[in-house]
Structures are given as structure tokens and as C-alpha cells.
Nanobody
Framework: QVQLVESGGGLVQPGGSLRLSCTASGSFEGFYIMGWYRQYPGKQRESVARITTVGATDYADSVTGRFTISLDTSKNTVTLQMNNLRPEDTAMYYC?????????WGQGTQVTVSS
């Protein structure tokens, strides 16, 4: 079983930056994928950025060039650096750990971009 602990998020003005982190613990080894998703009220959860243990990444078009995802495999910690934030980035952000049958979600952290 995998447990996720998220940190970061909060309130920031447009154009500002925030950093989200998520650490995975539990029984797993080898290849896995970690990522960040976000959910707007009344909408389905959508992928923001994902990264694998071999360093492959993918980003939503809306965040490409503004957000950067990284993974420290020694700490099983994924970090999402969010720059040039926009009001439309306001959402609940969720960390995800995926490794075959292990598909675990964090509790979510709110990001609010507002002046």
C-alpha cells in the first residue's frame, strides 16, 4: 500500500509562483509514475503534469512553459514548480502515484490565483 503526503498550495497573485510537493511511502520498488492533476468544481479531474522514474514527462498544453515537474527517486518525492500562475489555474490539485495495480491519490491541496 502506498501513502502520499502533499504540501504546498495556497493563495498567490497572478504572475506569481507556487511549489507543490508530494512524497510517496510504502511498499513499492522499481518503475512508477507520479503526477499532479487538478479539478475544477463540477468538472472531472485532469492531468497537469506527470513524470516517470526514468525521467519522461508530459504536460497539459495549458501549463507547458510555465510549470515544471521533477522527481527525486531517492526520496520518492515529486515536485511541481508553478510559475506565471493565472486565475484559471485556480483549482484543487491532487498528487497521484501509479504503478500497475497501485493507483493512489493524495488528499488534495487548494491553489488559488487571485489579486
Amino acid at each position: 500500500q502506498v501513502q502520499l503526503v502533499e504540501s504546498g498550495g495556497g493563495l498567490v497573485q497572478p504572475g506569481g509562483s507556487l511549489r507543490l510537493s508530494c512524497t510517496a511511502s510504502g511498499s513499492f520498488e522499481g518503475f512508477y509514475i507520479m503526477g499532479w492533476y487538478r479539478q475544477y468544481p463540477g468538472k472531472q479531474r485532469e492531468s497537469v503534469a506527470r513524470i516517470t522514474t526514468v525521467g519522461a514527462t508530459d504536460y497539459a498544453d495549458s501549463v507547458t512553459g510555465r510549470f515544471t515537474i521533477s522527481l527525486d527517486t531517492s526520496k520518492n518525492t515529486v515536485t511541481l514548480q508553478m510559475n506565471n500562475l493565472r486565475p484559471e489555474d485556480t483549482a484543487m490539485y491532487y498528487c497521484n502515484f501509479y504503478r500497475g495495480r497501485q493507483d493512489t491519490w493524495g488528499q488534495g491541496t487548494q491553489v488559488t490565483v487571485s489579486s
